[in-house]
C-alpha cells in the first residue's frame, strides 16, 4: 500500500519545508516525493532539514504541472485547509487512510499539498477526486507543510499495518504473578502489617481490600512479588529484633 | 480536556523547534508549554517559526527541572523513540490520547518531549507514568521535535472532539496523586527501606527503578498513597524503637 502512495507538492516556496517533508515522509515508510514547479530545488536548507533522509530527496521527481505528477495515479486527494465553496467529497486524514488501504494495493495514489501561503488553485483541486482536511482549530487552522505531511503519512502508516511491534518495550518482561503467589504475598502482608503494628490481623479487612486493589491493579510479576515479599521480610525482622 | 493537558520540552537546543511546536500546539487548540532549560529562549527564531502562535510563546513557563514542570500532573507521559531495556508501560499517540479523553478532565497531564538527539534521559523517565511511542518506521524512526509534537497534539484534538462516555469502573473514583506526591511517597520509601535496613540509600537506583515502575503501574490515588506512606511510616517507628 505505501509503496503505491506518492506526495506530491505543488510550487513550494521554502527548500527547508521540502526537507522537512522528505523527514516525515521516510519517518513513515513513505517514498515517493514529487515536486511541483519547486522554487529552489535541489538545495542545502533541504538537505539539512531531512535530516538523514537524503534518499527521498534525491529520488525525488520533479515536474512542471500537477497534471503530469499525478497522470498515472488512480486516486488523487488533494489537501486543504479552507473551506471551499464548491462542496468536494471531503476526507480526515483517517477517512483517507483507511480509503487507501483498500484502494492503493492495486492503484497507484497521490497526496497533494499545496503552496505554503496560498494551498492549491481551483483548477488543481479539479484534478482531485477527494479533498483532504486536517482536524484543527478553526481559528488557526494552517499547518506548517511538513507538519501536515506529518500528519497524512503517520495515518498512512497506522493504517498499514506496520505499526511497530508493541510488544518491543515488553520484551524481557517477567511472567505474570499466579493468583496463589498473591495470596501468598497478601498473606505474608497481613503477618508483617501486623508485625509493625500498623493493624491487627482481625481487623485488616477493609485495609487489605484498599491494598489489594493498588497491587492487583499493578498485574506484579512473579519477581516483583519477590522483592516486595523481601522488604516485608526486612520489616518483620527489624520488629522482632526490636 | 484539552486545557488540563501541558506540553513538556526538555533541554530543547534549537529555538526554531521551539516555535515549530508553539505553531502545532495552536492549530490543535493546546496551550500550556512549559520549557524545561531551554538552550536559548526567548529567540526570534522561535517567534518566526511559532508562524503567528505567538501567544503560546509568551505565556509558556521556563523551569529548571523537569520535576518542577510536572509537579502538579497526575499524569505524566514521556515520549521515546528508543526501545528502552526497562519496560514501561507503552501508548500509542492514540491510546494515550483516548486514556487522556477521560483522564484529563479531572486531572492535570503532562505530556514530555526529550531532547533532539537524545531524548529523556532514564531518571526523566522515572518521572513518567507511561511511554509513548509514535509508530514509525524502525530504520528511520526519529521524528524531528515539531512533527512528534504534531502527530500527538493532532491525537489529542481528534479525541477531544469526539463524544465520551466515562466507563461505569471508574465512577467514584479518587483523584489520582500528582507527580509531586509521587516523589514524596519515592523518597519516603527510600528513607523507610534504608531505615529497615533492606538497602543502603546509595545503592538503591536499580530497586527503586523496579519499585517506581510497580507503583506508577498502579496509577495510584493520593488517599492510596497516604495509606502506603503510613505503613512505611510505622515500619521506621519500629525500626527507631528497635
Not at 529520488?59 to 465553496?85: H, K, P
Request: aromatic fraction near 4%; include cysteine.
Amino acid at each position: 500500500m505505501l509503496s503505491n502512495i506518492k506526495i506530491v507538492l505543488v510550487e513550494t516556496s521554502h527548500p527547508g519545508n521540502i526537507g522537512a517533508v522528505a523527514r516525515a515522509m521516510k519517518n513513515m515508510n513513505l517514498k515517493d516525493l514529487v515536486l511541483v514547479a519547486p522554487k529552489q530545488f535541489p538545495c542545502a536548507d533541504a538537505t539539512a532539514r531531512a535530516s538523514g533522509a537524503d534518499d527521498i530527496l534525491s529520488s525525488a521527481l520533479v515536474c512542471d504541472s500537477l497534471q503530469e505528477a499525478v497522470a498515472d495515479c488512480s486516486i488523487v486527494v488533494g489537501t486543504s485547509a479552507r473551506c471551499r465553496t464548491i462542496s468536494w467529497p471531503e476526507l480526515t486524514p483517517r477517512e483517507c487512510a483507511n480509503l487507501l488501504k483498500t484502494e492503493a494495493i492495486d492503484h497507484k495514489a497521490a497526496i497533494v499539498f499545496g503552496r505554503e501561503h496560498s494551498g492549491l488553485k481551483n483548477h488543481e483541486l479539479d484534478l482531485c477526486r477527494y479533498l483532504l482536511r486536517i482536524p484543527c482549530n478553526k481559528d488557526f487552522s494552517s499547518l506548517n507543510l511538513a507538519a501536515a505531511v506529518q500528519v497524512v503519512s503517520y495515518e498512512l502508516f497506522v493504517a498499514s499495518g506496520q505499526d511497530y511491534e508493541v510488544t518491543v518495550g515488553d520484551k524481557g518482561k517477567g511472567l505474570l504473578a499466579t493468583a496463589a503467589q498473591m495470596e501468598a504475598f497478601y498473606e505474608h502482608m497481613i503477618e508483617a502489617l501486623s508485625d509493625i503494628g500498623f493493624m491487627h490481623p482481625d481487623k485488616s479487612k477493609s485495609v487489605m481490600r484498599r491494598l489489594r486493589r493498588i497491587y492487583n491493579r499493578a498485574r506484579l510479576e512473579s519477581k516483583e512479588v519477590d522483592l516486595l515479599r523481601g522488604i516485608l521480610r526486612m520489616s518483620q525482622g527489624n520488629k522482632k529484633k526490636g
